[in-house]
């Protein structure tokens, strides 16, 4: 099976602090994404990566930016973190082979993170 | 009017009926359709994929889509307590760059 690791299950930081999360997965898929879910709201797509090093905006990149030097690893990172960051961030991945078959996304289980 | 557009519920059946939860799209060019189930505190698991007009089913679950009224809608039978979780539904068009649209979600209450 696909695995989706975030390394963090819960984070509390606080306000300017600069903030890393990091999302990994081992099937060498290609396409990698940026989510925050939050209630009344749904998912809301932040930046998403189609191969390394390359990289796009999602409907909601303001304040935040992401790295993805390797395939298996997509990083994101909140520049200097704000209250209305705080949120559930999901990272998810798809192999492009296998678009649009019976894989769909594959998510990692989430981070929830609380700026104070 | 929003892309993908979901009942928020909550629906609630109870245990052993059939819930029928349903999305409604508008751009008539989506291609692929997409039922994830979240529970509470977790991330989203595909359920199921539709791309042709018609049913498909897996098991206690069929997937229903009609491309000329835009709704693709989701069967859950016998429904149990287990399927208490909302139901996102999202929709791909071609040229998106494998970018889901997603709907809010309809909570399910299936009550013993």
């Known amino acids: 099976d696909v695995k989706v690791t975030q390394s963090s299950r819960y984070l509390v930081k606080r306000t300017g602090e600069k903030v890393f999360l990091e999302c990994v997965q081992d099937m060498d898929h290609e396409n990698m994404f940026w989510y925050r879910q939050d209630p009344g709201l749904g998912l809301r797509l932040i930046y998403f990566?189609?191969?390394?090093?390359?990289?796009e905006k999602g409907d909601i990149p303001e304040g935040y930016s992401v790295s993805r030097e390797k395939k298996e690893r997509f990083s994101l990172i909140l520049e200097s973190a704000s209250t209305n960051q705080t949120s559930m961030y999901l990272c998810?991945?798809?192999?492009?082979?296998?678009?649009?078959?019976?894989?769909?996304?594959?998510f990692g289980s989430g981070t929830r993170l609380t700026v104070v | 009017q929003k892309e993908v557009e979901q009942n928020s519920g909550p629906l609630s059946v109870p245990e052993g009926a059939i819930a029928s939860l349903n999305c409604t799209y508008s751009d008539r060019g989506s291609q692929s359709f997409f039922w994830y189930r979240q529970y509470s505190g977790k991330s989203p698991e595909l359920i199921m994929f539709?791309?042709s007009n018609g049913d498909k089913e897996d098991g206690r679950f069929t997937a229903q889509l009609n491309k000329a009224s835009q709704y693709v809608s989701l069967l859950i039978r016998d429904s149990q307590p287990s399927d208490s979780a909302t139901y996102l539904c999202?929709?791909?068009?071609?040229?998106?760059?494998?970018?889901?649209?997603w709907g809010l979600g309809t909570s399910l209450a299936v009550n013993p």
């Open positions: 998810a991945s798809l192999l492009r082979a296998a678009w649009p078959a019976n894989y769909g996304y594959t």
């Open positions: 999202a929709v791909y068009k071609d040229g998106n760059n494998r970018k889901l649209i």
């Open positions: 539709i791309y």
């Open positions: 990566s189609y191969d390394v090093k390359m990289k």
